[in-house]
């Protein structure tokens, strides 16, 4: 089982940028599909980006049409850990924040995803 440990996220005024990230242990996660979701209460997990591992050290990423442009995911040199790079954030991108990691496709929806972290609020208000 891989363990999840998030970071960064707080508040920030829109247009402003906020660094995520996200440290696996317990098992190595460089095979690993991770990703980022994002939910507020009362609604369902939504999809960010991922970042799929392609075999041998190839990473891809994808992301959410509502993040694309604004949003890198970039993944360590190890592949156990993840990073979201927020830009140009707006009050919509506000949320929890969850870093996920699993083996099933397709990584688009939660249940691909049997590692979950914490979570960490992300707050975009003037």
């Known amino acids: 089982q891989v363990q999840l440990v998030e970071s960064g996220g707080g508040f920030v005024l829109p247009g402003g940028s906020l660094r995520l990230s996200c440290a696996a242990s317990g098992r190595t996660a460089s095979t690993y599909a991770m990703a980022w979701f994002r939910q507020l209460p009362g609604k369902e997990r939504e999809f960010v980006a991922a970042?799929?591992?392609?075999?041998?050290?190839?990473?891809?990423?994808y992301y959410a049409d509502a993040v694309k442009g604004r949003f890198t995911v970039s993944r360590a040199n190890d592949g156990n850990a993840i990073d979201l790079q927020m830009y140009r954030l707006k009050p919509e991108d506000t949320a929890i924040y969850y870093c996920?990691?699993?083996?099933?496709?397709?990584?688009?929806?939660?249940?691909?995803?049997?590692?979950w972290g914490q979570g960490t609020q992300v707050t975009v208000s003037s």
């Open positions: 970042n799929t591992w392609g075999g041998r050290k190839t990473y891809y990423e």
């Open positions: 996920a990691a699993g083996l099933k496709r397709p990584f688009e929806i939660p249940q691909s995803y049997n590692s």
